[in-house]
């Protein structure tokens, strides 16, 4: 499991260290700039030709500088050049130039002026990005953009970007002006926020995640969790022999409706894929004919549609077996919906009390409660909206939502008591033991059908982990399940293609591993 580190955070880690230490930051750099050489020859391939590092005044550019050096003494076949921006150096970024010029002199560096660029030189293999790293607060201007331009303009020739693509903040993701679109980031110590919000995951590439010689437990206590693969198998351990359906939990599902039974099926689905051991589809009596042949492995609690209260006594006396409730996939918001989740939300504020059923909500059940004038307290309930979703419970507009997801993500917590997945590209995290980003997934899963695959998943969690098969606390839930639903989709992108992925194949992939 890894965390972020802001760049406020890294900068105040680094000069402890230093203090601490004695080590000197120009360590620090030589430390960085091999790990950036490395990446660099990777990316030029083994044929020669020319590496062009875009060097900034500062220890971004001071970390180009050095791999610069390190890669033509590794590296013979490649030649590397060295534009620099038009400003004075500081103190690091110039012995560094200096070491070069000494050490390398073979080494092209050219001062660049605030005139035209030059010609590129030839048989350019990569680009390196070092103009400025994490600590840029204003816009690109002036050459720098230029630089920005240029690299992103030559779309057959890589980019390796130092620490951060210059241009994206290291906090938020967002553009400041404009960003360089990376192939591959070399992040230092551990990665920055700002490489997954926002727009960091498509200008950032495949980021890798580098040791500069600080001890990688130091900073641990602040930054969100990110999931890694390989932490799944720690929070789901293998099955015991000594085991039956109920050791993995019963999960109740109020879904569907006509015109949308796919939906509960999908999620049905999706929660035996995750290891429930039973699910019940509580749904409109019209209906459960259809979702017994596109689910049969789950079972059906057909509900009569002219009486909710009718309806609701069924589904109690269902509820008082279950470890888990998913509400809302399918479901629709007509009256007869709309009356059943709201006894049904009464229904989980009195078993908080006595004992809890953890409870997700989702689509139509959570689009019920923010037209709900009654507050809720939702303590043992996971809310799973999508951003706009999110501005319907926090009564604000969608844009709101999207230009600062943390804040909206926090502002569910506080105001339903549940825990939180605001959903997007990166989804925030939020439960009482503490915050989350999972960056696992692909864009094949923006389809319909997806958020009620993740419905399933975290029912089947939740449900397991009521029964006493998993040992998780609440965020490790919502992190396990969202890995496993963002693994499933990297499984159904593999077989299928980007462009193809169902919602069907995504449900059918949970479990697997691409």
Same mark, same amino acid.
């Given at each position: 499991m890894?965390? &972020?580190?802001?760049?406020d955070e890294?900068k105040? /880690?680094?000069e402890?260290?230093?203090?601490?230490?004695?080590t000197?930051?120009?360590?620090?750099?030589?430390?960085?700039?091999?790990?950036?050489?490395?990446? $660099?020859?990777?990316?030029?391939?083994?044929?020669?030709?020319t590496?062009?590092?875009?060097?900034g005044?500062?220890s971004?550019g001071?970390? *180009?500088?050095a791999a610069?050096?390190?890669l033509?003494a590794s590296?013979?076949e490649?030649?590397?050049?060295?534009?620099?921006?038009?400003s004075?150096?500081n =103190?690091?970024?110039?012995?560094?130039?200096?070491?070069?010029?000494?050490?390398?002199?073979?080494?092209?560096?050219v001062?660049l002026?605030?005139g035209? /660029?030059?010609?590129?030189?030839?048989?350019?293999?990569?680009?390196?990005?070092?103009?400025?790293? &994490?600590?840029?607060?204003?816009?690109l201007?002036?050459?720098?953009?230029?630089?920005?331009?240029?690299m992103?303009?030559?779309?057959?020739?890589?980019?390796?970007?130092?620490?951060?693509?210059s241009?994206? =903040?290291?906090?938020?993701?967002?553009?400041?002006?404009?960003?360089?679109?990376?192939?591959?980031?070399?992040t230092?110590?551990?990665?920055?926020?700002?490489?997954?919000?926002?727009?960091?995951?498509d200008f950032?590439?495949k980021?890798?995640?580098?040791?500069?010689?600080?001890?990688p437990?130091?900073?641990?206590n602040?930054?969100?969790?990110?999931?890694?693969?390989?932490?799944?198998r720690?929070?789901?351990?293998?099955?015991?022999?000594?085991?039956?359906?109920?050791?993995?939990?019963?999960v109740?599902?109020?879904?569907?409706?006509?015109g949308?039974? *796919? $939906?509960a $099926?999908i999620? $049905?689905?999706?929660?035996?894929?995750? %290891?429930?051991?039973?699910?019940?589809?509580a749904?409109?009596?019209?209906i459960?004919?259809?979702?017994?042949?596109?689910c049969?492995?789950?079972?059906c609690?057909?509900?009569?549609?002219?009486?909710?209260?009718s309806a609701?006594?069924?589904?109690?006396?269902a509820?008082?077996?279950?470890d888990?409730?998913?509400?809302?996939? %399918?479901?629709?918001?007509?009256?007869?919906?709309?009356?059943?989740?709201l006894?049904?939300?009464n229904?989980?504020?009195?078993?908080?009390?006595?004992?809890?059923?953890?409870?997700?909500?989702?689509? =139509?059940?959570?689009?019920?409660?923010?037209?709900?004038?009654?507050?809720?307290?939702?303590t043992?309930?996971?809310?799973?909206?999508?951003?706009?979703?999110?501005?319907?419970?926090?009564?604000?507009?969608?844009?709101?939502v999207?230009?600062?997801?943390?804040?909206?993500?926090?502002? /569910?917590r506080?105001?339903?008591?549940?825990?939180?997945?605001?959903?997007?590209?990166?989804?925030?995290?939020?439960?009482k033991?503490?915050?989350?980003?999972?960056?696992?997934?692909?864009?094949?899963?923006?389809?319909?059908g997806?958020?009620?695959?993740?419905?399933?998943v975290?029912c089947a969690?939740?449900?397991g982990?009521?029964?006493?098969a998993?040992?998780?606390?609440?965020?490790?839930?919502l992190?396990?399940?969202? *890995?496993?639903?963002?693994?499933?989709?990297?499984?159904?992108?593999a077989?299928?293609?980007?462009?193809?992925?169902?919602?069907?194949?995504?449900?059918?992939?949970?479990?697997?591993?691409?």
């Amino acid at each position: 499991m890894q965390k &972020t580190i802001t760049p406020d955070e890294m900068k105040r /880690l680094e000069e402890n260290y230093m203090n601490r230490t004695g080590t000197s930051a120009l360590q620090l750099m030589e430390c960085a700039a091999r790990h950036v050489a490395d990446a $660099a020859a990777e990316l030029a391939g083994e044929n020669g030709g020319t590496v062009l590092c875009l060097c900034g005044p500062g220890s971004n550019g001071g970390d *180009g500088l050095a791999a610069m050096r390190l890669l033509t003494a590794s590296h013979p076949e490649l030649r590397a050049v060295c534009w620099l921006l038009p400003s004075t150096l500081n =103190d690091a970024a110039e012995h560094q130039l200096r070491r070069l010029q000494a050490e390398a002199p073979a080494v092209e560096v050219v001062r660049l002026t605030d005139g035209p /660029l030059p010609p590129l030189p030839e048989n350019i293999r990569c680009f390196v990005d070092s103009l400025f790293g &994490t600590g840029l607060s204003r816009p690109l201007t002036g050459t720098a953009l230029a630089l920005c331009a240029l690299m992103n303009e030559q779309e057959r020739i890589p980019t390796l970007a130092v620490d951060i693509p210059s241009g994206l =903040d290291g906090t938020t993701g967002r553009i400041l002006g404009c960003a360089v679109r990376a192939e591959r980031t070399v992040t230092f110590h551990r990665p920055k926020p700002g490489l997954f919000l926002g727009c960091g995951l498509d200008f950032a590439g495949k980021t890798d995640v580098v040791s500069i010689g600080i001890p990688p437990e130091e900073g641990t206590n602040a930054g969100y969790d990110i999931l890694e693969p390989e932490d799944l198998r720690r929070l789901l351990p293998p099955r015991r022999h000594l085991s039956h359906k109920g050791t993995y939990g019963r999960v109740v599902l109020l879904a569907g409706s006509k015109g949308m039974a *796919g $939906a509960a $099926a999908i999620s $049905a689905t999706a929660a035996l894929r995750a %290891g429930a051991g039973l699910v019940m589809i509580a749904c409109p009596e019209s209906i459960w004919q259809i979702l017994q042949t596109l689910c049969p492995c789950a079972t059906c609690l057909p509900l009569p549609e002219d009486d909710p209260a009718s309806a609701f006594l069924m589904l109690e006396k269902a509820l008082n077996q279950a470890d888990c409730l998913g509400m809302g996939c %399918g479901l629709g918001q007509g009256p007869w919906a709309r009356e059943l989740v709201l006894r049904v939300l009464n229904e989980l504020r009195q078993r908080q009390a006595v004992r809890p059923l953890p409870a997700v909500l989702d689509a =139509d059940a959570l689009n019920l409660l923010a037209h709900s004038a009654e507050g809720y307290e939702l303590t043992s309930c996971i809310l799973t909206p999508h951003p706009a979703e999110a501005a319907r419970l926090l009564h604000c507009e969608v844009s709101e939502v999207l230009a600062d997801q943390e804040t909206a993500a926090r502002q /569910l917590r506080r105001q339903y008591g549940a825990s939180v997945i605001l959903k997007n590209a990166v989804s925030h995290l939020i439960a009482k033991e503490g915050e989350a980003l999972n960056v696992l997934g692909t864009p094949a899963m923006a389809k319909g059908g997806s958020g009620d695959a993740l419905t399933g998943v975290l029912c089947a969690l939740l449900a397991g982990r009521q029964a006493g098969a998993y040992d998780m606390n609440d965020l490790e839930v919502l992190q396990a399940s969202c *890995g496993l639903h963002g693994l499933a989709g990297l499984s159904a992108e593999a077989r299928c293609g980007q462009l193809s992925v169902l919602a069907t194949d995504l449900a059918g992939a949970v479990g697997m591993y691409p």
